[in-house]
């Protein structure tokens, strides 16, 4: 993407709390295509959490999106070093993707491994355990729906004054919406919610490595030929964190200890 567009797109969202945002898209090349960044140098190990938001963004009509728009965010956790993660060739440790427009078929996907998605009857995912459960238009997502931001209807009329940028997204799809994600890693469980909510969990006892990523990615290899997807058609990612997810055992022993003080407190009234 030009560094002018995403400047101007900059204008045209709400952005989440302040931090340093980070842009992924592709829309140029010819065949299915992929991008990941992991910090450089940095190991995580025990129990964490991995925190950020997310917004995705893609061109209209609405609410089903244009040619070319059906992309992928995702986020993991066992990378290897700084090493590329992608459904296609490589996921070192258990990963977690979602389409912004809805309507792919899986829209919701857990990977432990390269390659297929953790198959719906797994029981991995919340919604359920039958055919349908990682598709946007499944009940259990119905909480979620975004909607094309005023000014940037504005912006993409400049590109092209006969495109509609307007309207809202599919019920159940994430796309033009800000999002928190969380990758919970606990011991060998792996969970991952979107605003709160539980998406999927899978069991993974041997990580490939100790990094994070976040990527984003297109396995169709059909990219857009609207004009304005080079400045519509993207994922941004803000305020990541990773932070240590303490055993229930200390939480309990803290809570007991409370309770003491509780107690202590109203025998010396």
Do not use: C
């Not at 070093?81 to 996921?91: C, M, S």
């Amino acid at each position: 993407m030009k560094k002018l567009a995403i400047l101007a797109f900059f204008g045209g969202l709400p952005l989440a709390a302040s931090a340093q945002i980070h842009v992924f898209g592709t829309v140029s090349p010819s065949s299915t295509e992929a991008v990941s960044v992991s910090p450089i140098g940095t190991g995580f190990t025990g129990n964490y959490v991995l925190r950020f938001d997310a917004w995705q963004n893609f061109q209209g009509s609405f609410p089903g999106g244009g040619n070319g728009t059906t992309q992928a965010l995702i986020g993991g956790v066992g990378a290897v070093d700084e090493t590329r993660q992608w459904v296609a060739d490589k996921i070192d440790g258990a990963a977690f993707a979602a389409t912004g427009d809805g309507g792919s078929g899986n829209d919701y996907r857990a990977y432990t491994n390269f390659g297929s998605i953790v198959a719906e009857n797994s029981g991995a995912y919340a919604a359920g355990s039958v055919t349908g459960v990682t598709n946007n238009s499944n009940a259990y997502y119905s909480g979620f729906k975004g909607a094309v931001p005023a000014a940037q209807t504005a912006i993409a009329a400049g590109y092209s004054p006969s495109f509609s940028q307007t309207g809202q997204t599919s019920t159940g799809a994430l796309g033009m919406a800000w999002h928190q994600w969380e990758i919970v890693r606990f011991k060998d469980t792996i969970t991952w919610k979107v605003d709160g909510l539980r998406i999927a969990t899978v069991t993974k006892s041997t990580l490939g490595g100790d990094n994070i990523f976040l990527g984003y990615f297109d396995t169709n290899g059909n990219p857009s030929t609207d004009a304005v997807s080079n400045q519509l058609l993207f994922g941004l990612v803000d305020n990541v964190s990773v932070q240590a997810v303490p055993e229930p055992g200390t939480m309990v022993a803290l809570g007991l200890g409370a309770a003491a003080m509780l107690r202590r407190r109203k025998k010396a009234q």
